[in-house]
């Protein structure tokens, strides 16, 4: 499922090779805490991560939106791996939108059937097709394996203890 390894992909991505160390002393954070957020072993926090995308010079959601690419390119190969099918099937099955020639189309159709360049017009329009964010992420490609460890979620505690109320 969708984890923390896909953020932590998408900043690697997006801070360019051989530039960690530079970044997790701008987010105020070491070089191991910055590993274990792109490796996908630490979960990252809000505030942690609105720090990443402003030394990015991004906005948190192009990270998020970035993460969430890999993580459909990820999906589809892995589904396509058991069924003898290629990622890139997968995903035109699932994103069959009319082509900006299918929408002219049915524009120069509207005289016989206003009903159906309305139809072509929304479907093109949808708010979920992909638009370029400036990321350096492909929307295509980019393996992603999951940690090698359950992610941190922060202190542990001690088996038996609880925090004491104040």
Same mark, same amino acid.
């Given at each position: 499922?969708?984890? *923390? ?24 954070? /070491? ?27 991004? /906005? ?21 791996? #058991? ?17 900006? /020639?299918?929408?002219? /189309? ?7 059937? *206003?009903?159906?360049?309305?139809? #072509? ?37 001690? #088996?038996?203890?609880? *925090?004491?109320?104040?």
């Amino acid at each position: 499922m969708f984890g *923390p390894e896909y953020l932590g992909r998408a900043i690697a991505i997006r801070r360019g090779e051989g530039k960690q160390v530079e970044l997790a002393s701008t987010i105020g954070v /070491d070089k191991a805490t910055m590993n274990a957020y792109e490796k996908g072993r630490r979960r990252i926090d809000e505030a942690t991560l609105e720090r990443i995308a402003e030394a990015l010079q991004c /906005d948190p959601i192009h990270l998020l939106q970035d993460a969430f690419y890999l993580f459909r390119y990820n999906h589809f190969r892995r589904r396509g791996e #058991k069924i003898g099918v290629s990622a890139e099937e997968l995903a035109a099955q699932a994103d069959r939108h009319p082509s900006l /020639d299918e929408v002219r /189309d049915a524009f120069r159709s509207l005289g016989e059937n *206003p009903w159906s360049f309305v139809a #072509k017009m929304l479907e093109h329009l949808r708010p979920d097709r992909y638009y370029e964010t400036g990321s350096r992420v492909p929307l295509w490609g980019v393996v992603v394996e999951p940690p090698r460890r359950a992610p941190r979620t922060g202190k542990k505690q001690k #088996k038996g203890r609880r *925090p004491e109320e104040g």
